[in-house]
């Protein structure tokens, strides 16, 4: 069985500091695809990256930069010079074979990140 | 925008009673998937259509039930509400994987469900 733990529950920070929000999984799966959600107080969920299980490169995309570890098990998520509208809360998923070619996300617990002027 | 789209945006209905969420997905993708989440806890898997067949079903018991329509357009139904129904029900629309299974879902903004 496929599960995601995000450790963190709440993170208040101060703008412009960098902050790392957590991600551990666990799957049986040699192949797998790794995500990370955000969700603004709207409620719509918005793809950030996914990571598949044989790329630990790491990635940056502007402020955004990941951490793939796969000996730790781990997909770390940090926020350089955090901003205000970084305020919400952040989904880690993996994703898991259904059956044919489909997949079902399994989520983590989530982090509320609020970011202070 | 992801070009999901849900309605109703809110609910509410009366314990024992039946609902019917509605989705529309982005044109071209043939899968569609229902996440159920609580206030406070990350999204749980509900099940899947693809072509209008289920195509995996999580934790959920037989009253959650699903249709998916040729025109991209799907529906969860739930029959004898209970009070822990109430949540927050997420469609997400994927393409079709073509044998991955990497694509991204699209999520749609959710219908608040509150069951008193």
């Known amino acids: 069985a496929q599960k995601v733990t995000q450790a963190q529950t709440e993170i208040s920070v101060v703008e412009k500091e960098d902050v790392t929000l957590d991600c551990v999984y666990e799957?049986?799966?040699?192949?797998?695809?790794l995500f990370w959600y955000k969700q603004p107080p709207s409620g719509e969920l918005v793809f950030l990256i996914r990571r598949n299980s044989f790329d630990e490169q790491n990635e940056i995309s502007g402020r955004y930069s990941w951490n793939f570890q796969k000996s730790t098990s781990s997909f770390n998520f940090t926020i350089t010079a955090s901003q205000v509208v970084d305020s919400a809360v952040y989904f880690c998923a993996l994703s898991a074979p259904l059956t044919g070619a489909n997949s079902k996300l399994t989520f983590g617990k989530g982090i509320t990140l609020s970011v202070r002027p | 925008e992801t070009g999901v789209t849900q309605s109703p945006t809110h609910l509410i209905k009366t314990r024992g009673q039946q609902v019917t969420l509605r989705c529309s997905s982005q044109?071209?993708?043939?899968?569609v998937s229902w996440y159920q989440q609580a206030l406070g806890q990350g999204p749980q898997f509900i099940f899947q259509?693809?072509?209008?067949?289920?195509?995996g079903r999580g934790n959920f018991p037989p009253r959650f039930s699903g249709l998916q329509f040729p025109n991209y357009s799907s529906e969860l139904n739930v029959n004898a509400l209970e009070l822990d129904d109430s949540a927050l029900y997420l469609c997400?629309?994927?393409?079709?994987?073509?044998?991955?299974?990497?694509?991204?879902?699209?999520f749609g903004p959710g219908t608040r469900l509150t069951v008193t």
């Open positions: 044109s071209g993708h043939n899968t």
């Open positions: 997400a629309s994927s393409p079709d994987a073509g044998g991955a299974f990497s694509y991204e879902q699209y």
């Open positions: 259509y693809y072509r209008e067949e289920e195509n």
């Open positions: 799957t049986r799966d040699t192949t797998y695809y």
